[in-house]
């Protein structure tokens, strides 16, 4: 007997067996014995199993119990009201660094691009970004003397081509 | 906080709604009702004690936090038993995702001994006591696997369909089904005492 005809077999027990299906198992039961031996131990371990579960009672005094269930509950209301540090940075501080960040790169480099002596042709701008949050490429043709940088979000990387934020400076 | 004798003889749905308005004394009550049914169900799907007092702890702060959530489309009891199933499922993805894989996981799905075993024919429970039998399938139950137990314990402790045991699992009907018949399988088996060495 396959799989599938065991599978059959034990969803014609289990009132699973799609409409319609039913009658061609009887009958295939009543010509096959080995289907037969098979349903009756597929119902007898159900019958064995049916309203026979261990009893088993919590090993803790309803007091006891019920006090851990009380204090875990004050705590975690008192975290879901009270503001803490962390939550506070997460919404603001690192927004408004990320932003204060690549403005104060931008202008590193435009100071950079001022001075006549630093751009000279193997003048190769560095960024030093203030957040680990933010990332930058750069790219310089010494023939027009134009320096583009790429200024992207790290955590939306994915999105970076959609998202960053060219900032072109042209220096001679 | 002690209960009162109103709550005491309050029904559920009467103690769900003061516990909704904050009333933690109707939800003390609620836990004193139905702990060891949740405790149960924890234990006989981790067959751990520590483990299932931890998960049933958690699935009662969990029903305080949910109980808007709860509309009244099962019993309470049920809808909390609900809430523990899925803790312990969580808790044994975690404790799988941390094992290699063995022979007997790839078992589960296909077998293993129990496929080519031969019908138990004689019905191995018919003479036993009730509490003799309990232990007996407590046992039996200890040595299946947690993908085994777990399906067994939904179908005929449950009462749950394949496709609502499908759905809880997170795995496709067919499975469900597999599980299921080697699981009741290796019950006969062990029920009747046969050892799976002699089945080879």
Same mark, same amino acid.
């Given at each position: 007997?396959?799989?599938?005809?065991?599978?059959?077999?034990?969803?014609?027990?289990?009132?699973?067996?799609?409409?319609?299906?039913?009658?061609?198992?009887?009958?295939?039961?009543?010509?096959?014995?080995?289907?037969?031996?098979?349903?009756?131990?597929?119902?007898?371990?159900?019958?064995?199993?049916?309203?026979?579960?261990?009893?088993?009672?919590?090993?803790?005094?309803?007091?006891?119990?019920?006090?851990?269930?009380?204090?875990?509950?004050?705590?975690?209301?008192?975290?879901?009201?009270?503001?803490?540090?962390?939550?506070?940075?997460?919404?603001?501080?690192?927004?408004?660094?990320?932003?204060?960040?690549?403005?104060?790169?931008?202008?590193?480099?435009?100071?950079?691009?001022?001075?006549?002596?630093?751009?000279?042709?193997?003048?190769?701008?560095?960024?030093?970004?203030?957040?680990?949050?933010?990332?930058?490429?750069?790219?310089?043709?010494?023939?027009?003397?134009?320096?583009?940088?790429?200024?992207?979000?790290?955590?939306?990387?994915?999105?970076?081509?959609?998202?960053?934020?060219?900032?072109?400076?042209?220096?001679? | 906080?002690?209960?009162?004798?109103?709550?005491?003889?309050?029904?559920?749905?009467?103690?769900?709604?003061?516990?909704?308005?904050?009333?933690?004394?109707?939800?003390?009550?609620?836990?004193?009702?139905?702990?060891?049914?949740?405790?149960?169900?924890?234990?006989?799907?981790?067959?751990?004690?520590?483990?299932?007092?931890?998960?049933?702890?958690?699935?009662?702060?969990?029903?305080?936090?949910?109980?808007?959530?709860?509309?009244?489309?099962?019993?309470?009891?049920?809808?909390?038993?609900?809430?523990?199933?899925?803790?312990?499922?969580?808790?044994?993805?975690?404790?799988?995702?941390?094992?290699?894989?063995?022979?007997?996981?790839?078992?589960?799905?296909?077998?293993?001994?129990?496929?080519?075993?031969?019908?138990?024919?004689?019905?191995? @429970?018919?003479?036993?006591?009730?509490?003799?039998? *309990?232990? =007996?399938?407590? %046992?039996? +139950?200890?040595? $299946?696997?947690? /993908?085994?137990?777990?399906?067994?314990?939904?179908?005929?402790?449950?009462?749950?369909?394949?496709?609502?045991?499908?759905?809880?699992?997170?795995?496709?009907?067919? @499975?469900?089904?597999?599980?299921?018949?080697?699981? *009741?399988? =290796?019950?006969? %088996?062990? +029920?009747?005492? $046969?050892?799976? /060495?002699?089945?080879?």
């Amino acid at each position: 007997m396959n799989e599938e005809a065991q599978f059959k077999l034990q969803a014609y027990l289990d009132g699973e067996l799609p409409a319609g299906e039913s009658a061609g198992v009887q009958e295939w039961l009543a010509r096959d014995p080995e289907a037969r031996a098979l349903l009756a131990e597929l119902q007898n371990t159900n019958a064995a199993l049916a309203g026979h579960e261990a009893e088993v009672k919590l090993p803790e005094t309803r007091d006891f119990f019920w006090s851990k269930i009380e204090r875990e509950i004050g705590r975690q209301s008192v975290a879901a009201t009270a503001p803490s540090r962390k939550s506070f940075w997460a919404r603001w501080g690192w927004r408004g660094l990320v932003p204060a960040g690549g403005f104060a790169a931008v202008c590193l480099l435009a100071l950079h691009l001022a001075n006549p002596g630093a751009a000279s042709a193997e003048f190769v701008p560095e960024l030093e970004l203030a957040s680990d949050d933010m990332g930058a490429y750069t790219y310089r043709n010494q023939e027009d003397g134009l320096t583009m940088i790429w200024l992207y979000d790290r955590s939306s990387a994915a999105q970076s081509a959609q998202s960053s934020t060219p900032a072109i400076l042209a220096s001679k | 906080m002690k209960t009162d004798a109103s709550q005491s003889s309050a029904s559920d749905e009467q103690l769900v709604e003061a516990a909704r308005q904050g009333d933690m004394g109707a939800f003390e009550e609620l836990v004193a009702r139905h702990r060891d049914k949740i405790y149960a169900r924890a234990f006989s799907m981790m067959r751990n004690e520590d483990e299932a007092v931890d998960l049933s702890q958690e699935a009662w702060v969990q029903s305080w936090q949910r109980l808007n959530q709860f509309h009244g489309e099962s019993s309470f009891g049920t809808w909390v038993t609900r809430i523990v199933i899925n803790l312990c499922l969580d808790q044994l993805r975690k404790r799988k995702r941390q094992r290699t894989e063995s022979i007997e996981e790839m078992d589960e799905e296909t077998g293993g001994v129990e496929r080519q075993m031969p019908a138990v024919t004689v019905n191995p @429970t018919e003479r036993l006591e009730r509490g003799e039998l *309990r232990k =007996k399938i407590d %046992a039996a +139950l200890e040595k $299946l696997s947690h /993908e085994h137990r777990t399906v067994l314990v939904l179908h005929e402790f449950e009462d749950l369909e394949y496709k609502e045991i499908a759905r809880t699992m997170d795995c496709s009907i067919g @499975t469900v089904m597999s599980r299921l018949f080697y699981a *009741r399988r =290796k019950m006969a %088996a062990l +029920l009747a005492d $046969l050892k799976t /060495e002699e089945l080879r």
